[in-house]
């Protein structure tokens, strides 16, 4: 169930709202609006008496919730939210641009790369420390090193850190360096990974599974703000079909699908969404278009030396390009992506 405040509801009777759902034995989570205040209800297996609610002070209405998933819905939050990391953010009216390498493979590299992304006006730095690889003899990542590379990048460059956590012990790490916690597409439902996210201070992007669908998507994000944590960004990187001109399937219907059902922003992963430089680009500015709020792009700087996802990578030249002409596509993409 949700109920949905007064426009003039004060601090004091939204707090007792919570009180009510918590001696329940429930887990209230508030969400205010510019308008109002919502308050979604979790933990409850069955419905809740309305009645419990409907008399309180400064309760407009409780509506009954008939989708799986309560939080990510524009039901309990019609506006979009916006993820604030820093002075940075994803959702808001600028494009978020997240660039970097596949994987932190030296420092030399990292800077490199940094430099480049630092240049384009870019707000944010990928870079994995730990790799899901799909042979155990692959290059699994630098690990805690490839954390203190990206912490250095932060600090020289004031760019945000993006990086993935395999595990709890890796969120352990990644929130002692890094200023979002990527949740990769092979973990999009590893539920004890995301509740253990779910409970940090920082926020996460959530990748969408190999074979995921729009509603286990969500879901996932549901795990992650049961816990408390409302700060997520959906990432469209590609599902698993039988093309085999591309090594995913970029999905961007899933862009506008998102928007009709929840409020959280959602950004393109070109890169991991074709797996071919040539493609990138182009695909890049069909994200855009289709409304995203933001793009996580691999960059390289000699890509056909990189440990990872060489084949994707664009050179330094080819991501400025990208960058100029996505920003170009934004500008003229807001008002539609808003309406
Ligand atoms: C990555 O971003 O490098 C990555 C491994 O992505 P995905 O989980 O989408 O495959
Ligand atoms: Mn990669």
Request: overall charge negative; charged content about 20%.
């Amino acid at each position: 169930m949700l109920i949905v405040m007064k426009a003039d509801a004060t601090d004091g009777q939204i707090e007792a709202v919570v009180r009510v759902v918590e001696e329940l034995g429930f887990r209230a989570h508030p969400m205010t609006g510019p308008s109002r205040t919502s308050i979604g209800i979790t933990g409850n297996q069955g419905a809740i008496d309305p009645s419990r609610f409907e008399n309180l002070p400064g309760v407009s209405e409780t509506i009954r919730v008939t989708k799986p998933y309560k939080l990510v819905t524009l039901d309990l939050q019609p506006v979009k939210t916006i993820v604030r990391v820093g002075d940075a953010e994803i959702g808001g009216d600028e494009l978020a641009i997240i660039a970097g390498p596949c994987a932190i493979e030296s420092r030399t590299q990292a800077f490199a790369i940094a430099e480049t992304v630092r240049r384009s006006g870019a707000r944010f730095f990928r870079g994995g420390a730990f790799k899901p690889r799909t042979s155990p003899y692959a290059f699994q990542g630098l690990g805690e090193e490839g954390l203190k590379i990206l912490a250095e990048i932060r600090d020289t460059y004031g760019l945000r850190i993006v990086t993935e956590a395999l595990d709890e012990p890796g969120v352990d790490l990644v929130e002692r360096y890094a200023d979002v916690i990527q949740i990769g597409a092979r973990s999009m439902q590893n539920f004890t990974l995301l509740r253990r996210v779910g409970r940090s201070r920082l926020p996460v992007l959530l990748k969408r599974g190999l074979s995921a669908t729009l509603d286990e998507w969500l879901l996932a994000a549901e795990y992650i703000m049961s816990e408390g944590n409302y700060q997520v960004v959906l990432c469209e990187r590609g599902i698993r079909t039988f093309s085999q001109h591309t090594r995913n399937t970029l999905d961007l219907a899933a862009i506008p699908a998102v928007r009709r059902v929840s409020h959280l922003p959602v950004i393109v992963d070109p890169s991991h969404g074709t797996g071919k430089n040539f493609m990138v680009t182009p695909l890049a500015r069909a994200g855009v278009a289709v409304g995203a709020d933001g793009l996580i792009v691999e960059v390289h700087d000699q890509p056909n030396q990189a440990l990872s996802d060489g084949a994707q990578a664009l050179t330094p030249d080819q991501y400025e390009q990208l960058v100029a002409e996505v920003r170009a596509i934004h500008e003229v993409t807001i008002p539609a992506a808003v309406s």
